[in-house]
């Protein structure tokens, strides 16, 4: 997204608020519901409708309109069409507040550097030299973008020493499978398949990437209704409880919802850490995500932010 749709979808925030819509006095809002690559919080909160429960409590009938794509979510938040969008790419919220949108982080969401891989067809390359002069595919612009930019540094290799092409998930693992291209940057069921398929991992995150998904919202929704964001969090905490207390009913929601089997539903879950507690961690993390972006050129260094003071709610590092 571009600096001016980012200042138009504020303005049109702007707007709303002048007229005299109220966030506080509203009896609707809308939460997203992206449930890949493997959320299950997300997932659970829904199947049990906790955060409908919460919501309910406090007047609020909620919408979950399932917009995947963080740009999407970012712009919804900006425009007021999207209160929480509830599994956010950190590079995504960096981005659209650092054009000027009204987007911050109310909370983590997931750690996972295990869960994003580079990986090639049964007959493909071995490793991560052997991609020079490939066709690599998969989203740019994305943690997997980053974690692909990794993986050729740390082999003294960039972008420009393979031929890379844009495509999302689905698209890239249907290439790689039909023999279109070399290798892909994939992330959970569509990852399974490729394996299922006969083909093997490259590398994954692990020392190379320390990627944070984030909880985001805006300034002056979470400003209005801290009382809907601690909702969100009961709701939230209560699928996590859930989650430590029933993991087989937690995890066969999980692998029902994402059409995968339990043992492999297992297997993805111990990759994740879903505490949605801020840390230093994560603040640094983030921080690297933009020292990505700006060297990538998604990103001017003019519009650096800084990602505690800007970005980061303080409530979200008080998360109980």
């Known amino acids: 997204m571009n600096k001016r749709t980012f200042v138009l979808a504020t303005a049109l925030a702007a707007s709303l608020l002048a007229s005299g819509v109220s966030f506080a006095e509203t009896t609707k809002a809308a939460v997203s519901y992206v449930t890949a690559p493997f959320n299950v919080p997300s997932i659970v909160m829904r199947e049990k409708g906790y955060l409908d429960e919460a919501f309910a409590a406090h007047g609020v009938k909620l919408s979950h309109p ?82 692909l930019v990794a ?64 909880i985001g919202t805006s300034r002056d929704f979470a400003k209005a209704n801290p009382q809907l964001l601690k909702a969100y969090f009961q709701a939230h905490l209560k699928a996590l409880d859930f989650m430590r207390e029933q993991p087989e009913e937690a995890l066969a929601i999980a692998a029902k919802d994402q059409d995968i089997s339990l043992d492999e539903a297992r297997k993805q879950y111990a990759l994740y ?27 001017e260094a003019s519009s650096k932010i800084d990602i505690r003071k800007d970005l980061i709610l303080p409530s979200a590092f008080d998360i109980k």
Request: net charge negative.
């Open 151 to 214: 993986a050729l540094a740390a082999e003294k290799m960039t972008l420009d020493d393979i031929e890379y092409i844009n495509m999302d998930l689905p698209t890239a693992r249907a290439a790689l499978l039909a023999g279109r291209v070399d290798a892909v940057t994939l992330a959970g069921a569509n990852a399974t398949q490729v394996e299922a398929a006969g083909g093997h991992i490259i590398v994954n995150g692990q020392g190379l990437i320390a990627p944070t998904t984030v």
């Open 66 to 147: 399932e917009i995947t794509s963080g740009a999407a979510q970012t712009q919804a938040l900006a425009a007021g069409e999207l209160q929480i969008a509830s599994v956010l790419g950190g590079t995504s919220a960096i981005l659209a507040n650092a054009n000027g949108a009204d987007v911050v982080v109310m909370g983590a969401y997931a750690r996972a550097p295990k869960a994003y891989f580079v990986m090639a067809a049964a007959n493909g390359p071995a490793d991560i030299k052997s991609l020079k002069g490939k066709k690599v595919a998969g989203p740019k612009g994305t943690v997997l973008n980053q974690l």
């Open 273 to 299: 850490d879903f505490d949605p507690k801020m840390t230093e961690a994560d603040v640094a993390n983030l921080d690297a995500d933009q020292t990505f972006m700006i060297s990538a050129g998604m990103l």
